[in-house]
Each structure stands twice: as C-alpha cells, then as structure tokens.
C-alpha cells in the first residue's frame, strides 16, 4: 500500500536540528531529482529576497517573515516531515500518537507531495519553508509541469514494487504531480450530507483524509491489501460503535479504464 498525502501550508519550523541533505532525501538515488530540488531551492531563495515575492508565492503580509526565512533554507535547522506538517490533515493524521507498528508503515508507506521537493516522506528531514504548488516561479514552468516528468519514473517503479492499493489523499494541484496507476487507486473523496443531499466540503475533507490515512496505517498490510478490504477497512473505522470515534459511511466506487476508484467518505448530517 501507498498512501499519497499533500503537504500543509501550515508548519511548525524546527528551532534545532542538522541542516538540510538533500542526499538523504526521497528518490535522492535520482540525480536529476536532487539537482532539481537543488535549482529549486537557489531559485526560491532569489525569488524570496526580491520585490515581487509575496504577489509571486500567492502570500499575504503576515506571512512576509516565512517568505523572508526561504532565503536561507540550506542553513536552516529541519526536522522529520511529520513535525514540519502541522496543517488540518496532519493534526488528524496525529502521527506522534500511532503504534510503532504504524510509525513504521508511515517511514515506507505514505508520501508527501511538495512544491520545493517533489516527494518526501515522513521521515524525510526538511526545513519549514512556504511554496505552494500554485506559485510562480521565474524561469519554471507551473511547479506541478516542473515536477511530474521528473517524478514519474521513480514513483511507477516504488509502485509497481509496492504491494497494494494506492490511496491518493492529495487535493487538485498536489494530485498533477504524479499520476498513480488507475487500477490499483482509490482517491479519498469526502461528502457530507445536508437536507439529505451530498454536498462537498472543504476543511472536514482534510481532516478526515488525515483519519483515514491514520486508519490505513494501523491497520497493516492484511486489511488493506485489496481495494475492497481498504474499503472495508475505512467503513469499520467510521461506524462508531466501538470507541465513540469518527462516524461515517463509505461507498467504493471500483476504477474503470484510465480513472482511478474512490473511496467515497460520506459525513452524516450536523445535529
């Protein structure tokens, strides 16, 4: 199994810490991935100093001081990713309170896409940083084009290694990063029901793909080694009836030719 995960906008920079190896590194064995992210730091890092940054990365003035710390990203303290991440989905996720068993499915299984570096996982050491994938970045063209002819080839084999479905949790821009394999993919989509009717929602979205990546990763490999058991997996997580947790019903929706499945969450109405 694979569980394919967005970064947060929102990250927790570590006050201590070895500075940045970019060796050390996701697919880093991939010398044109690192010389990219190496590019992509130096030409951030200029963007950052420069008089246009905020319009260019899609910020605001509160967030000047983050956009003023890219410049110094290789002498930065890092941290493992899942202390840098500390948006909606990784509070969810709560990774520093799952089993060990599942800490270390989260090490292989779950995938970070990033703007800055493509992919890392959660255990990758990173510094805070702000680039979103939306961002312009001169000289480059959309971080998502950037990335994806890079990307691909390492990614295809890790899947094609990797025994399982992949269970795709990133939102739009993140998700054009890479295509996983249709057939073995189920996305995360998330419904809540009002007046009877589904209706997509935004922030619960995020917060429950972090549980039902939380869930995948107790669970291991024999309850999720099908698209059916993962549905099966998720739907038992959400009925409520054993520990007062999440509720939600779940409906798998199989792939079909180029399009990957889904596993449909559907949150019950509000009280």
Not at 217 to 242: H, I, K, P, W
């Amino acid at each position: 199994m694979l569980i394919l995960l967005p970064p947060s906008e929102g990250k927790t920079a570590p006050r201590s810490g070895r500075t940045l190896d970019l060796d050390s590194l996701a697919l880093a064995e991939d010398g044109a991935i690192t010389a990219a992210r190496r590019d992509l730091i130096d030409r951030l890092a200029a963007l950052s100093a420069g008089p246009d940054a905020l319009d260019l990365l899609g910020v605001g003035p509160s967030l000047a001081g983050e956009v003023t710390a890219n410049t110094a990203l290789t002498t930065a303290p890092t941290a493992p990713g899942h202390r840098v991440f500390t948006g909606v989905l990784f509070e969810a996720l709560d990774h520093a309170s799952l089993s060990a068993a599942a800490k270390r499915r989260a090490r292989s299984h779950a995938l970070v896409f990033s703007a800055l570096f493509g992919v890392t996982t959660l255990a990758d050491r990173i510094p805070a940083h702000r680039l979103s994938v939306g961002a312009t970045v001169p000289g480059l063209p959309g971080l998502a084009a950037h990335w994806r002819p890079l990307l691909g080839p390492g990614l295809d084999a890790l899947a094609e290694d990797c025994a399982g479905p992949v269970v795709d949790c990133r939102s739009g821009g993140y998700a054009a990063l890479w295509k996983a394999p249709a057939e073995r993919t189920l996305t995360v989509d998330v419904v809540q029901l009002r007046a009877g009717r589904r209706t997509v929602v935004s922030h619960f979205a995020k917060h429950t793909r972090g549980l039902v990546a939380r869930v995948l990763l107790e669970a291991g490999s024999r309850a999720t080694n099908t698209l059916e058991r993962t549905a099966q997996t998720v739907a038992q997580a959400g009925d409520g009836s054993d520990d007062g947790g999440p509720r939600w019903e779940v409906e798998l929706i199989p792939p079909a030719g180029r399009q990957p499945g889904s596993l449909q969450i559907i949150l019950p109405e509000k009280g």
